[in-house]
């Protein structure tokens, strides 16, 4: 019986390091990916996975304001969408605001229409969102400035969860300036089911 537990373990890690060893990106723990509970889109729904399922979902958090890294990772993502071709419609990004004061649902499509018009925007009161950053692993803080203004200080990852709902890599900045990486491994993950 114990052998038979660890042959399975060592077939599962295994398994594991087989199919993550191949990506660009770092590799996750496959698990169920975390909850987006009290979130809705910029339309008013509710977000819900079971939606998603059977796509490979890219899921970013940043916010409308910011002047350099959402930007750019939202460009990074559409050219590495582009190209996948036909495999495109398989895919689906999810941008996570940070910011839901000034990100209303008018502001955050018209930002995301600029770049993936596609794109899930989601909001939601500041405690959920608290919430969903820490289970995703977005450290972030508000940085008040001397005008009154602020900014948004935010771990800069992309997570991709594969067709079944699981986490699969994350992606730090420096992992998208290659959109041929990204590209490569959602036609993997894709391929996978």
């Not at 605001?97 to 229409?113: E, G, H, I, N, W």
């Not at 009154?148 to 994350?170: C, F, K, N, Q, S």
């Amino acid at each position: 019986m114990i052998s038979a537990l660890l042959l399975a373990a060592v077939w599962a890690w295994s398994h594991f390091q087989q199919h993550s060893a191949a990506l660009h990106g770092s590799p996750l723990k496959p698990v169920p990916a975390p909850s987006l509970s009290g979130f809705t889109d910029t339309q008013g729904r509710a977000f819900s996975w079971t939606r998603e399922r059977g796509r490979a979902v890219l899921v970013f958090f940043g916010y409308t304001h910011c002047p350099d890294v959402c930007p750019l990772t939202l460009a990074a993502l559409a050219q590495s969408l582009e190209r996948l071709g036909p495999l495109r419609k398989q895919v689906r990004v999810v941008f996570v605001t940070l910011d839901p004061a000034r990100d209303t649902a008018p502001v955050l499509r018209a930002y995301l229409d600029a770049f993936l018009p596609d794109t899930i925007g989601l909001r939601a009161a500041m405690p959920a969102v608290r919430v969903s950053a820490r289970q995703w692993g977005i450290t972030w803080r508000r940085v008040d400035t001397a005008d009154g203004a602020y900014w948004i200080d935010h771990t800069a990852a992309v997570t991709l969860v594969g067709p079944d709902g699981r986490l699969v890599a994350r992606y730090g900045y420096g992992q998208l300036t290659d959109p041929s990486w990204l590209a490569d491994d959602l036609r993997t993950v894709l391929e996978r089911g």
